[in-house]
């Protein structure tokens, strides 16, 4: 009986392989990603690009575990997730009150740990945010914030 449970489970895991999970692609437009129309401080960019990019532009890296699926789905999901409610990619295309708002919605979300998800950090080490990095994250925040209104 455990044998067949075994190869029931066996078959499920590789079939499962064959469904498409709707991985979103990377359509980068030239001159519009965040850290082509602002300028930031190389920790920043090496902040946001670590903790942030892989689900909130059109530059996600995909590591090996995103092809394989159940894990494919999910990984799918969370990107098409943060795109929706932030892509860093398309910042050129926002009028400067949704920047300010995305830039007041990015400070909150770090300041409060929401951001990177909690998940996140399990795989990917880099996206693991000291407070001081954080505050930095946060201080660029309002000092961009700040200079949209010049």
């Known amino acids: 009986m455990k044998r067949i449970i075994l190869i029931i489970v066996v078959l499920v895991i590789?079939?499962?392989q064959f469904i498409p999970s709707g991985r979103p692609d990377n359509n980068p437009v030239p001159g519009k990603d965040?850290?082509?129309?602002?300028?930031?401080p190389d920790e920043i960019t090496?902040?946001?690009?670590?903790?942030?990019y892989d689900c909130h532009s059109q530059q996600v890296i995909y590591p090996w575990y995103s092809y394989v699926a159940p894990v494919s789905f999910l990984v799918s999901r969370d990107v098409r997730v943060g795109r929706e409610h932030l892509d860093f990619g398309f910042w050129g295309d926002l009028s400067?009150?949704?920047?300010?708002?995305?830039?007041?919605?990015?400070?909150?979300?770090?300041?409060?740990?929401?951001?990177p998800m909690k998940i996140y950090p399990i795989m990917h080490p880099d996206a693991k945010l000291t407070d001081a990095q954080r505050q930095q994250i946060i201080d660029w925040c309002e000092i961009s914030a700040d200079e949209l209104f010049e």
């Open 96 to 115: 400067k009150r949704k920047q300010i708002k995305a830039l007041d919605e990015i400070s909150e979300a770090v300041e409060a740990g929401d951001m």
């Open 34 to 40: 965040l850290l082509e129309v602002v300028e930031a």
């Open 14 to 16: 590789v079939i499962i």
């Open 46 to 52: 090496t902040l946001l690009k670590s903790a942030c």
